[in-house]
């Protein structure tokens, strides 16, 4: 068996650790005699795990008591009509359109009321965090949205934005866990887990109590009220299991290698690696220019030659490296470097480019201008 270093953008890398405690526990989960994928949701087994994964969840991020924990399905896509299905009790909301998926947001909101853009930074592809320090804030907006973590451009918010008093509602999907947040400072907080946290097909959602109501759009199906979730602890139906179990040992993992705190420093060492070494590369360049800008999850870097970047990319294929094909909006490489990527894979990341860029400018082509 050989595993590749992966930095693909999702679905990515998963611990070791934990893939291989799924597998020894497969056949049989804690003398049950049956897989977590067997067993009925109702069980007492399968209830433990669900509250474990939740009360885990709960001490890595300090997710307050009045903050309700809701694992549900649909991906990210989704919550982009359950925030507006659900918030928009105005019928009014703020979006903060940094990338494709603060986008479809934003236009999937205008469906359930009035979705105003409030700040952009499409004029230059999105290769930046606007500043939000004072933005025209709705009077009548029952909330601001963000995409805290821009997956396909490579921007972050590193500060938040002002929201002038206004509930903050942030997509957390690919840093999801990546370092310590400030729940209390968010109304919703949500994620599809198989950037950072788990396999496909949970969302984690992490919402203010008081903002969980009957009040919601005209028609809004059962499924998707967040007061069917909550008032049934995540078991209204039956839940995504498996993914919710296998989200639950990434969380028993994050708490071993020293919690949210230690991912930071170690998400900061990776991305400081990489985009140390981009910046001062000769062949290659970072597309996301705007330090303060920058994510530590996505690194997005080009050649400004597109047949060169196809080759860097098979050759680094074929080298062992895989996910490294940047999204065909922005093009060139993507590394994306999430909690399970380690120090190591990156500093081989490194050492290969290096050594290709010698290679290239050996043979005298082009380097970026
Ligand atoms: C991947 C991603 C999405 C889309 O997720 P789905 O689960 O495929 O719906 C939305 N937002 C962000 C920030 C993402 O990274």
Avoid at 102 to 116: H, I, L, Q, S, V
Avoid at 152 to 173: A, E, R
Avoid at 226 to 250: E, F, M, Q, R, W
Avoid at 292 to 310: C, I, P, Q
Wanted: charged share 25%.
């Amino acid at each position: 068996m050989s595993r590749v270093y992966n930095f693909s953008a999702g679905p990515a890398a998963l611990p070791e650790e934990v893939l291989k405690e799924a597998a020894a526990e497969m056949l049989d989960y804690e003398g049950t005699g049956m897989s977590v994928m067997e067993m009925s949701h109702r069980s007492k087994t399968y209830d433990k795990i669900i509250k474990d994964a939740e009360q885990d969840l709960r001490d890595l991020m300090g997710i307050p008591d009045n903050y309700k924990v809701l694992f549900l399905q649909g991906g990210a896509h989704l919550q982009f009509a359950m925030v507006p299905m659900n918030f928009m009790k105005k019928g009014t909301a703020d979006y903060i359109v940094t990338g494709s998926w603060a986008k479809k947001a934003w236009k999937e909101a205008a469906k359930y009321g009035k979705a105003n853009c409030i700040a952009s930074s499409e004029d230059r592809n999105f290769n930046y965090i606007p500043d939000c320090s004072d933005l025209p804030v709705s009077e009548d907006a029952d909330y601001v949205y963000i995409c805290q973590n821009n997956t396909i451009y490579g921007t972050q918010f590193h500060t938040l934005p002002n929201t002038k008093g206004k509930t903050l509602v942030s997509d957390v999907s690919s840093c999801f866990l990546a370092e310590p947040i400030d729940v209390e400072k968010y109304g919703m907080i949500y994620g599809g887990v198989q950037k950072n946290v788990g396999p496909a097909g949970v969302v984690i959602a992490i919402i203010r109590e008081d903002l969980i109501t009957e009040e919601v759009y005209p028609g809004t199906p059962t499924m998707l009220q967040y007061k069917t979730h909550a008032d049934s602890a995540s078991l209204y139906n039956t839940p995504p299991a498996y993914g919710i179990y296998i989200c639950g040992k990434v969380f028993k993992w994050l708490k071993k290698m020293g919690g949210l705190e230690a991912m930071k420093e170690r998400n900061e060492k990776k991305a400081a690696l990489l985009y140390g070494y981009l910046d001062g590369s000769g062949l290659f360049r970072p597309t996301v220019t705007d330090r303060a800008s920058r994510s530590y999850m996505n690194v997005d870097f080009v050649t400004g030659d597109k047949e060169l970047d196809a080759e860097f990319v098979k050759a680094a294929e074929a080298a062992g490296f895989s996910g490294l094909k940047g999204h065909r909006s922005v093009g060139g490489m993507r590394a994306s470097i999430y909690n399970a990527v380690t120090v190591e894979a990156v500093e081989a990341l490194v050492q290969f480019m290096k050594n290709f860029e010698k290679t290239h400018i050996a043979n005298g082509e082009k380097s970026c201008p």
